[in-house]
């Protein structure tokens, strides 16, 4: 039965049945950012409007690090309980990560509301860059119920195996971005020119729409997990299993905006150009790293299923093959970013100075695209493993204590990019260090 195949399908068909509607997923996501950044980028002042779109993008990244941080720790905590076939708590876990996610929506809405202006014009002196920056975040921020509700439903229905439920929806969201970006931004079909507000609109439909459509699954068909109005009542003992690795595993998350923040300021300082190009960076290195996520997100239910049956083969083989999946992922990525980088990079429409550092910021970077596959993969054992305090650690290095200090010191518009390859090359080392400690405590003794 499916709801078995954690524990009975080979572990290399299992990895592509459940992964590859997960990286399609993720790579809908991923087209946000990339489609938003492209249509702005057409409007007048369009190095302003990418610079605007850059200096929201470490709270959008916030959102998601509350989604993802969650859904990473109701993820392998309900893969688990279903492995002990515990159905019952599984749906309270459920319930529980559901009524956490409003209270972030909560206080983003909040934030929106009181603190988006601040945030922007603490990074910025342009005005016109400030204001699209506060309009763009604005919106997106007081308006993150789809994004926070649809993650969270997104990991509960991969832990039980149904990523096909997760792609589909996620897609159907990223197509309507796509479709309602040239119609908000330029003003299409008599409509009103929105700019940059287009932009965020579209993105938040785009979210709801994707929402709505997991939400109609769990009240129209029958899913593994039937979730009732009594489960979002929230009770300590399940908050405390799910934060035990949610916690870490938010944190983890969080190391990206601020990573993102900081490398905006001292960008800045160096030059406009410089924050453009990390922009437009960063939105394409999500087409590669999406997948490997994917990759990841699949494989931590299946640990933790496992690891809750006690089947450690299995745990061992889909550590194996995540790991050569990802170097798959990442291969093709440095190929594409190596062969075609000026090409790509050309598709959005900024100045000859600004494409030239792109390209040179792409092709040092993209180096590191393999160490950084490794520590995706890593991360997740360890946070299926129970263990997210690993995983933080690793994030701690690839993100702040490596490429910050390297990128301030360095303070230079050719040299600074180094920072973010060296940052995954420690990371791996210690990645694979802590990994074999928490896999020999956890899983040795059963084999």
């Not at 926070?148 to 039980?160: D, H, Q, V």
């Not at 079909?189 to 109609?216: D, E």
Request: charged share 10%; aromatic share 10%.
């Amino acid at each position: 039965m499916e709801k078995n195949k954690m524990a009975t399908m080979p572990i290399s068909k299992l990895l592509l049945n459940m992964g590859l509607p997960m990286m399609l997923s993720m790579l809908g996501q991923a087209l946000y950012n990339v489609v938003d950044t492209f249509f702005v980028s057409r409007i007048h002042g369009g190095e302003m409007a990418i610079n605007a779109l850059t200096l929201a993008f470490p709270i959008q990244m916030l959102i998601i690090a509350l989604g993802v941080g969650t859904g990473v720790g109701i993820n392998a905590l309900i893969s688990r309980l279903l492995g002990m076939k515990e159905q019952r708590q599984a749906e309270n876990a459920a319930g529980n990560a559901l009524f956490m996610s409003v209270l972030y929506f909560i206080g983003m809405l909040l934030f929106g509301l009181l603190g988006a202006r601040a945030f922007i014009t603490s990074q910025t002196t342009n005005p016109t860059v400030a204001r699209w920056g506060i309009e763009y975040l604005r919106i997106i921020a007081i308006f993150s119920l789809g994004t926070l509700g649809y993650m969270c439903l997104e990991k509960i229905t991969i832990a039980t195996g149904r990523t096909k439920i997760t792609m589909l929806t996620q897609l159907a969201g990223a197509i309507t971005n796509i479709i309602l970006d040239p119609i908000l931004i330029y003003g299409m079909f008599g409509l009103p020119v929105l700019g940059v507000r287009g932009a965020a609109i579209a993105t938040v439909i785009g979210q709801f729409v994707s929402l709505i459509g997991i939400g109609l699954f769990y009240i129209n068909k029958t899913p593994i997990l039937s979730i009732h109005w009594t489960d979002f009542y929230p009770q300590l003992d399940i908050l405390r299993n799910l934060y035990r690795i949610g916690i870490p595993a938010i944190m983890m998350q969080l190391l990206v905006p601020i990573m993102s923040y900081a490398m905006n300021l001292i960008l800045g300082s160096i030059s406009e150009a410089s924050i453009t190009a990390y922009g437009i960076y960063y939105k394409l290195q999500n087409f590669v790293f999406m997948p490997a996520y994917g990759l990841n997100n699949a494989s931590i239910p299946i640990i933790s299923y496992n690891y809750g049956a006690n089947h450690p083969n299995r745990i061992r083989s889909t550590i194996r093959w995540a790991l050569i999946d990802s170097m798959v992922i990442m291969g093709i990525g440095v190929i594409l970013l190596e062969g075609w980088t000026t090409s790509i990079v050309s598709i959005f429409a900024v100045s000859k100075s600004t494409t030239a550092l792109c390209v040179w910021a792409l092709r040092v970077i993209v180096w590191g695209f393999f160490f950084a596959g490794a520590n995706i993969i890593l991360q997740g054992v360890c946070q299926a493993l129970g263990n997210g305090k690993y995983s933080l650690i690793i994030s701690l290095i690839r993100f702040i204590l490596i490429p910050l200090p390297f990128a301030y010191l360095i303070h230079s518009q050719q040299n600074v990019w180094f920072a973010i390859p060296l940052g995954e090359a420690i990371g791996t080392i210690v990645a694979i260090l802590l990994t074999k400690h928490i896999y020999k405590e956890s899983v040795g003794m059963y084999e």
